[in-house]
């Protein structure tokens, strides 16, 4: 017996020279070990490919393969102008009638127009519906369609002059019917600065957009 043998221990359980008996781990020990390691990658996996179809469907992918192809994304502003053509004076006709007592206005007026380059219509006196029924300095009136046209560009020559539409089918062709309270068309050298502004209107900003 070897001096390492436990006392009372023989059989199969002597030791003898420099052999030990070897000690072997449990089996079911290792299975739990490689089922946790097991899970742990598959979680992580399921992550990974959850990441992948989020950036497939909302277009992540694309953004930072087109972000890195030119590396380098503006900012553009588009601007709007105004649609609408003005007419030049030339392609307006006024009709210029006096709805006031005082007489030789409607002339006066439509020869002052004249010479500001506006096509001179009818003159005369106004018809019985205005007839000093006009409190203002005027009235201006029109065809819907002259709302942003003609009737603005006419505006200009008479300052504190009311808008109005009716049926008439001619947009180029308005009427100047001279209230009551009229003093004297808007001097020239004004009128022309607000035509040369409603010419020329400032752009308006529109919504931004990036291009990469």
């Known amino acids: 017996m070897s001096m390492l043998t436990p006392p009372g221990m023989g059989g199969k359980y002597r030791i003898t020279g420099d052999k030990y008996p070897r000690m072997r781990r449990s089996r079911g020990r290792s299975r739990i070990v490689l089922a946790v390691v097991a899970s742990v990658v598959a979680v992580g996996l399921i992550g990974w490919g959850s990441l992948q179809l989020i950036d497939v ?3 992540g ?3 930072a393969s087109a972000a890195g192809a ?9 601007a709007s102008a105004s649609s609408n053509i003005l007419p030049k004076p030339g392609q307006v006709t006024v009709n210029v ?3 006031t007592p005082r007489s030789g206005l409607a002339k006066q007026t439509a020869d002052e127009l004249k010479k500001r380059g506006f ?13 000093k029924k006009v409190k203002g300095p005027g009235l201006l009136l029109g065809a819907k369609g002259a709302t942003d046209a003609a009737l603005p560009v006419l505006g200009t020559q ?3 002059a009311e808008l109005k539409t009716d049926t008439r089918a001619k947009p180029a062709e308005v009427d100047l019917i001279i209230g009551t309270s009229f003093k004297q068309l808007t001097t020239k050298a004004d009128a ?4 040369a502004a409603m010419a020329k209107p400032s752009p308006t900003p529109a919504t931004s957009k990036k291009h990469c």
């Open 57 to 59: 469907f909302t277009g």
């Open 61 to 63: 992918g694309d953004k």
């Open 70 to 78: 030119t590396g380098d994304c503006r900012t553009k502003t588009s």
């Open 97 to 99: 009638f006096n709805a």
């Open 119 to 131: 096509t001179i219509g009818d003159v005369g006196n106004a018809t019985k519906a205005y007839d």
């Open 158 to 160: 008479l300052s504190g």
């Open 192 to 195: 022309d600065k607000a035509l």
